[in-house]
């Protein structure tokens, strides 16, 4: 039973592909994870994400009071023992975590190709690829050494796509399954073809290349498609900022397949995030409430 949130909790369709966009919680990869992994002892999953520190730093703002309750247990530190985490910084180290992945053949014997690198040897298939915050790669804001050119929309697609193909030769039987988080997808534009800013040394004019969404194109890759947002049914109470922050946040998830049209089979999950000390903590944590 997938699930982006701790048990108990609403569980996700049946799926193969996932495509997360909005401000998801930062936790929702890791319990997408441990869902997965509790369903199979050898069950397996990798995490890609662009920054180890902004990763971290998110984890550690939000605060999972279910993560800081349970991630002593026993039975948790096995799941999350299979949990594979790698941080390609910029596109092109992506492409080459993607390119070592590697896992032994049945027939091998143990004698594995001489370029195998121990950090990208898998003992087994993984039964869940997880990219986070692929969007980064295209902000310029990010430091990356990415070139104007290569920030465009088929840039783009060509990433995630890279991806697809990479798993699914991981192994001979059905693919792993693929989620792609990105808080900033359901805003994210791009322009489809690079138009350079100089001709023949000469300054060109203030033209830029429109922009095109990128969500509505990149959705249709993708079996599930899940919008994070704030529960746009709720009315904040007329009692002041105090009192609305006793309340917590209204949440709301929209879940629809991703390559069909229509609002058919639009699926809503409502909750709020709580924000409290507990009497053995020092800081805030976060808490689930189901609406």
Same mark, same amino acid.
């Not at 909005?22 to 997965?36: F, K, M, N, Q, V």
């Not at 969404?213 to 990149?218: D, F, H, I, S």
């Given at each position: 039973?997938?699930?982006?949130?701790p048990?108990?909790?609403?569980?996700?369709?049946?799926?193969?592909?996932?495509?997360?966009?909005?401000?998801?919680?930062?936790?929702?990869?890791?319990?997408?994870?441990?869902?997965?992994?509790?369903?199979?002892?050898?069950?397996?999953?990798?995490?890609?994400?662009?920054?180890?520190?902004?990763?971290?730093?998110?984890?550690?703002r939000?605060?999972?009071?279910?993560?800081?309750?349970?991630?002593?247990?026993?039975?948790?530190?096995?799941?999350?023992?299979?949990?594979?985490?790698?941080?390609?910084?910029?596109?092109?180290?992506?492409?080459l975590?993607?390119?070592?992945?590697?896992?032994?053949?049945?027939?091998?014997?143990?004698?594995?190709?001489?370029?195998?690198?121990?950090?990208?040897? *898998?003992?087994?298939?993984?039964?869940?690829? /997880?990219l986070? +915050? $692929? &969007? @980064?790669? %295209?902000?310029?804001?990010?430091? #990356?050494?990415?070139?104007s050119?290569?920030?465009?929309?088929?840039?783009?697609?060509?990433?995630?796509?890279?991806v697809?193909?990479?798993?699914?030769?991981?192994?001979s039987?059905?693919?792993p399954?693929?989620?792609l988080?990105?808080? *900033?997808?359901?805003?994210?534009?791009l322009? /489809?073809?690079? +138009? $350079? &800013? @100089?001709? %023949?040394?000469?300054?060109?004019? #203030?033209?830029?290349?429109?922009?095109?969404?990128?969500?509505?194109?990149?959705?249709?890759l993708?079996?599930?498609?899940?919008?994070?947002e704030?529960?746009?049914?709720y009315i904040?109470?007329?009692?002041?900022?105090?009192?609305?922050?006793d309340?917590?946040?209204?949440?709301?998830?929209?879940?629809y397949?991703? &390559?069909?049209?229509?609002?058919?089979?639009v699926?809503?999950?409502?909750?709020?995030?709580?924000?409290?000390?507990?009497?053995?903590?020092?800081?805030?944590?976060?808490?689930?409430?189901?609406?």
């Amino acid at each position: 039973m997938l699930s982006l949130f701790p048990q108990p909790a609403p569980a996700l369709p049946n799926l193969s592909t996932l495509l997360i966009a909005g401000p998801y919680h930062p936790s929702a990869p890791i319990h997408l994870a441990l869902t997965l992994n509790s369903e199979n002892s050898k069950a397996r999953t990798i995490i890609l994400s662009p920054s180890r520190s902004v990763f971290k730093e998110d984890l550690l703002r939000f605060n999972d009071s279910w993560l800081n309750s349970h991630s002593g247990d026993g039975k948790i530190s096995e799941l999350t023992s299979n949990i594979v985490l790698f941080y390609p910084p910029t596109p092109v180290h992506l492409s080459l975590v993607l390119s070592m992945l590697h896992v032994p053949s049945p027939d091998s014997d143990g004698n594995e190709p001489t370029w195998s690198d121990p950090r990208t040897m *898998q003992i087994s298939a993984p039964s869940l690829v /997880v990219l986070l +915050e $692929p &969007s @980064r790669y %295209f902000l310029s804001s990010t430091g #990356s050494p990415m070139s104007s050119s290569a920030r465009t929309l088929p840039s783009y697609l060509s990433l995630v796509n890279r991806v697809f193909v990479s798993i699914s030769n991981l192994t001979s039987d059905s693919p792993p399954k693929f989620a792609l988080f990105d808080s *900033q997808l359901h805003n994210f534009k791009l322009p /489809v073809v690079y +138009e $350079p &800013s @100089r001709l %023949f040394g000469e300054e060109m004019s #203030s033209h830029q290349p429109p922009q095109m969404p990128v969500l509505p194109v990149v959705e249709k890759l993708f079996q599930w498609v899940g919008i994070f947002e704030d529960d746009p049914s709720y009315i904040p109470s007329s009692q002041g900022d105090e009192v609305a922050a006793d309340e917590g946040a209204r949440k709301q998830l929209r879940l629809y397949p991703g &390559s069909q049209d229509g609002d058919n089979d639009v699926q809503l999950y409502h909750w709020t995030e709580i924000r409290r000390r507990a009497s053995s903590r020092e800081s805030e944590e976060t808490y689930f409430r189901w609406n």
